[in-house]
Structure formats: structure tokens, C-alpha cells
């Protein structure tokens, strides 16, 4: 029933032509790689290992071997037959993942010991350029026979000389159950959306790459930020609270001239009048109490790069007048000072407020609001772009579960269905709020479920539908749950009722079938 999404950024307009060889170093030290391995490491045993387009695994000579989790492989690697028997299972595995034609889905293959070996082909730009494997588990406990074949191949490749206790090695083996092998399939596959994502040129596809979503109101805005983010001009975004006004103003700076310069951000809300003013222009030591040494204001800080001048209809008339001067002149003067100071920096002001009805109530200074006001970029809210909702539902999992540590879960069809069809107000950092939510309830769940969504989102399980909304919704969701109660009354039939089992096929905590089978009266 689960569906997969994937998140998918918005096409930038240059591609540029992709790497033939990777920076499998640089991509190794990768913040989600690292998390990625070490979640496989402590789930599975496993080591998440590279292999370039020639299959030859990176950082593994026959001096240097990057030792696997498994004792059989590792023995085999030293020798020289089994290094080179080794890279061979590698290389086919890499033939055989970039031959299926489907873009990162991982294959398997048998290597020389009878382990398996599980990779999925990095394409860029549709060239291959590597391999993401996992080698040396088992698919079952080896039994006694099993093991005396094992110690046998491992002795032809090492001519015999193996003084380690094998017995020891045989219970040590990793072994994956088929769900573990879905499971580990998903990570692979998610270490080569990294991969790819990392390696694309920077200019190209990475571009905007974190402001997600595919809808026409996104669309619109990236365009016009592709011709805002070249110039110098001073931007106004406008947008409701949590629309992400921030994101698209570190966008603007990332993408343009100033980047490799400073990004200073200030909340114009956050302060009292003075202490707002001495964190803008920095003040003069003695110039009030508490000021007992000279500071450098955030003006300064930010001079030749961009300063993000966040919810400024909250400033006061009084420091309006001094931006403005800012803004004109380019010239300040700190508190306490008489000399004034000249600096170089692009100016992106947000706020979820009305400007011009402002200064139309003489709240906001109406030259300060031309002087702003040159290019404007409106964030459009999320119910105007609902559409993205699964993109966005998705990138956020993903960053979370990395952050934390934990392998990426998916949304059920039945949860993903109520977001879609929840009566989204303007803010995306609400959905945001839900995915953590969602993902600290459902620590046991693989697959999100409905029931961990908080009863704002939820469907309502009873009554009549409200309006004609609520019936379409309603359709859908009953269609989904027709679906999903078929899939339980099959299931248990052919489980034999046993409830556990069904519970680990569907990759549902025992509870949540419990619950499910109680909801659709098959008990
Ligand atoms: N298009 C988007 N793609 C990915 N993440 C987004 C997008 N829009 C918003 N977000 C995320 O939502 C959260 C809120 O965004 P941001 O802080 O930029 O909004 P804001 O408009 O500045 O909010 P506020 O009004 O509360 O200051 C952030 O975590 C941001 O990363
Ligand atoms: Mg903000």
C-alpha cells in the first residue's frame, strides 16, 4: 500500500556536463553518507562501501583493505586469489546493477564464498559512474554443512593458511531477513541519491536545490530568482509566517555574486530599540551603561556580502530613519560615535506584514519602502501550492531521519492522502513540525500510518462529510482503506492468523495490525 516518492528539486535551466570521475573521498566525509553508514554498520553489520565505474572498490588495495564486518571476507581479502575473486564478484555486481536499466535500484549477486552482495549503480547525467554495495551477509543461519563449504572455498583462496577460530566467525555472520534486505535496499538507495545529489556541478540541477517543490507557483519563483540572484539590487520578500521568506533569501545570496562572502541575519522584532541599534551599527565603548567595550555592528560584519534584514515592519520610525540612510548612502554612524562608517552590502528585507497599507497608516516609512521595494519576490503559501505537499512531506523525512541518525521511514498512501487533502493555511514549517512528529511517535513503525498523524490532520473515522471536499476526500479515503483491509484479511489468511508475522510482512508494529484488524472487524 505504501507508496515511494521521491523528492525532486526543480530543474534548473544550464546543466552543465557531469564528472567522469567521482571525489569518492569527499563524497565518503559526507554528512548524510557518514549517517548513512553508520546506521548500516549498527543495523546490519554491514559496511556501505564504493566501487568506482571499473568496479574497483575505493580506499581497498592489496595494502590497504578496509576491513569488512564479516571474518570470512576479510580472511579472503588478505590473500591475494581472494582479493582479486573479491573485486571480480564486485565488478560483475556493478555490471549486473548498471544493466537493469532502473535508475538506483539496487541488485544482488553472489560473490566467491556464497555471501551476497547488494549495490546500486551511480548514474549522472545517465553516465555510470560507480557503484553504492554492501557485501559478505547470508540469507540464512549457515547449517553445519554450510559451514564446512564455507571453511573449504575460504581455503582455496587462501592455500589453507587460516589459524583464526572459524567456528566463532560462522556465528558472527550477518544475517538478513528478507525485510532487513527491503530495508537495506531502501538505504542503498537513498546513499545514491546522495551521491548523486552531492556530485552534481553546482551551478546545474544543485541550484535552488533546497527550496523543494515542483508546482507552478514554485516554478514561477525560481524564475524569477534566477534573474534577481545575479545582481545587487535590494529584494523585498514577502511572504506569511513559515513559508520559507529565509530559505529563499539564503538562496538569493548563495546563487549570487556576494556568495563566498558573509550572510548576516537579523530579526528587526527580536529587540528593544537600542539594543536593535547597537547590534545594526555596533557602538562606542561608554556610549550607554553596559557598554564596556567598542563592538563592531552586524553592518559591518556583513560588509561586501548580504544582509537579511528579517521581519522589518517591525522597526521602529526611528531606526527606519537610519537604514534608510544606510541603503542611500551606504554610510552609518555607530551608537556613541560621530564618525560615520561606509559599507558594501546587499540589503534582502522580509516581512509577513502589509508594507504599503503601512505606509499608507504611516507605521512604516514610505521612502524606506521604495528604497526596499525594488525587486519583490512573494514566497507563495503552502495552500497555493498543494501539490507539493508529498514532495516537501518526503524531503522533510529525510532530512529529519538524517539528522537523526535513523533510516528514512515512508508515509502509508492513507497518510500521505490525509496531508494532501488537509486544509493547509500558508505555512510549510507546520508540516515540517508533523514530520518530526510523526517520526518520533512512529520510532517502530517502517511505514507511517495515519493513526501516528496528530487529529487535526487525521481522517475522521465516523460521521457524515462536510462539504463537497470532505465527500471527494472522503472517497478516497475509503477506496484506500477498502484497499488496505484486503491486504489484512488476505494476509492473515495466509499467515495462518499468525498476527506477528503479518505485523513484520506489512512492516506495521504488531499494535498497529491489532488495531487495524479490530477497525475492520476481521477478528
Ligand atoms: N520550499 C521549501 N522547500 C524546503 N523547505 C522549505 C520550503 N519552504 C519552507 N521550508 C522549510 O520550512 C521552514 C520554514 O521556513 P523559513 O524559516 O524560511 O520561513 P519564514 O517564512 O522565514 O518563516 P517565519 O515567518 O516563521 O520567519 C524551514 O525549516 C524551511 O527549511
Ligand atoms: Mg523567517
Not at 527606519?320 to 562608517?341: D, S
Not at 528514512?408 to 492522502?417: D, F, H, Y
Not at 507546520?430 to 514530520?435: A, F, G, I, S
Request: hydrophobic letters at 40%; proline letters at 5%; aromatic letters at 6%.
Amino acid at each position: 500500500m505504501a507508496r515511494r516518492l521521491h523528492a525532486s528539486t526543480i530543474p534548473a535551466s544550464r546543466v552543465l556536463p557531469s564528472p567522469d570521475v567521482l571525489d569518492f573521498e569527499r563524497l565518503q566525509r559526507l554528512h548524510s553518507l557518514v549517517l548513512l553508514k553508520d546506521v548500516i554498520r549498527k543495523w546490519f553489520g554491514l559496511e556501505l562501501s564504493f566501487a568506482d565505474p571499473t568496479g574497483r572498490v575505493v580506499g581497498r588495495t592489496e595494502e590497504t583493505i578496509v576491513p569488512p564486518q564479516n571474518d570470512f571476507c576479510r580472511l579472503s581479502l588478505f590473500a591475494k586469489e581472494g582479493y582479486s575473486r573479491c573485486s571480480q564478484s564486485v565488478r560483475v555486481l556493478s555490471e549486473k546493477a548498471a544493466g537493469q536499466g532502473k535508475l538506483r535500484s539496487p541488485a544482488c549477486h553472489d560473490c566467491h564464498l556464497g555471501f551476497e552482495v547488494l549495490g546500486a549503480p551511480i548514474s549522472i547525467d545517465g553516465e555510470g559512474c560507480g557503484t553504492v554495495f554492501v557485501e559478505g551477509y547470508a540469507r540464512r543461519q549457515p547449517t553445519g554443512a554450510d559451514a564446512e563449504t564455507l571453511k573449504l572455498k575460504l581455503a582455496e583462496v587462501t592455500l589453507g593458511a587460516v589459524s583464526t577460530n572459524l567456528d566463532r566467525a560462522i556465528e558472527k555472520l550477518p544475517v538478513l531477513s528478507p525485510t532487513d534486505e527491503t530495508r537495506l535496499s531502501d538505504l542503498l538507495e537513498l546513499a545514491v541519491g546522495e551521491v548523486t545529489l552531492a556530485s552534481q556541478p553546482r551551478r546545474g540541477a544543485q541550484r535552488f536545490g533546497e527550496l523543494v517543490g515542483t508546482s507552478e507557483p514554485m516554478a514561477e519563483l525560481v524564475r524569477l530568482l534566477e534573474k534577481v540572484c545575479p545582481s545587487d539590487a535590494t529584494v523585498l520578500i514577502e511572504g506569511e509566517s513559515g513559508t520559507g521568506k529565509e530559505l529563499v533569501a539564503r538562496a538569493i545570496h548563495a546563487n549570487g555574486p556576494r556568495a563566498q562572502k558573509a550572510f548576516v541575519v537579523q530579526n528587526c522584532s527580536a529587540f528593544n530599540d537600542e539594543l536593535l541599534e547597537s547590534a545594526l551599527f555596533g557602538h562606542l565603548r561608554g556610549s550607554f551603561t553596559g557598554a564596556i567595550q567598542d563592538k563592531k555592528g552586524l553592518f559591518e560584519i556583513a560588509d561586501g556580502g548580504t544582509f537579511f534584514l528579517d521581519e522589518i515592519g517591525d522597526m521602529s520610525p526611528a531606526l527606519q530613519v537610519k537604514l534608510l540612510r544606510v541603503l542611500q548612502e551606504g554610510i552609518f554612524t555607530p551608537v556613541g560615535g560621530t564618525e560615520p562608517r561606509q559599507v558594501d552590502v546587499r540589503i534582502i528585507a522580509a516581512t509577513h506584514k502589509d508594507l504599503k497599507a503601512m505606509t499608507s497608516s504611516g507605521q512604516f516609512r514610505q521612502d524606506l519602502y521604495y528604497r526596499i521595494n525594488v525587486i519583490r519576490v512573494r514566497v507563495p503559501p503552502l495552500r497555493e501550492r498543494r501539490e507539493d505537499v508529498p514532495l516537501l512531506a518526503e524531503h522533510f523525512l529525510r532530512k529529519l531521519s538524517l539528522a537523526r541518525g535513523v533510516p528514512p521511514k515512508q508515509l502509508s498512501a492513507e497518510t500521505l492522502g490525509a496531508l494532501v487533502q488537509h486544509d493547509w493555511p500558508g505555512n510549510v514549517r507546520e508540516l515540517q513540525n508533523e514530520m518530526e512528529r510523526m517520526l518520533v511517535l512512529g520510532t517502530d513503525h517502517a511505514v507511517l500510518t495515519p493513526d501516528l498523524l496528530s487529529s487535526r490532520f487525521r481522517p475522521q473515522d465516523e460521521g457524515p462529510d462536510r462539504e463537497e471536499i470532505g465527500s471527494k476526500a472522503g472517497r478516497l479515503r475509503s477506496a484506500l482503506e477498502a484497499v488496505e483491509r484486503d491486504v489484512i484479511a488476505q494476509g492473515l489468511e495466509r499467515t495462518r492468523n499468525n498476527r506477528s508475522r503479518l505485523a513484520r510482512e506489512l512492516g506495521i508494529s504488531r499494535s498497529n495490525l491489532l488495531y487495524k484488524i479490530q477497525k475492520y472487524k476481521l477478528d
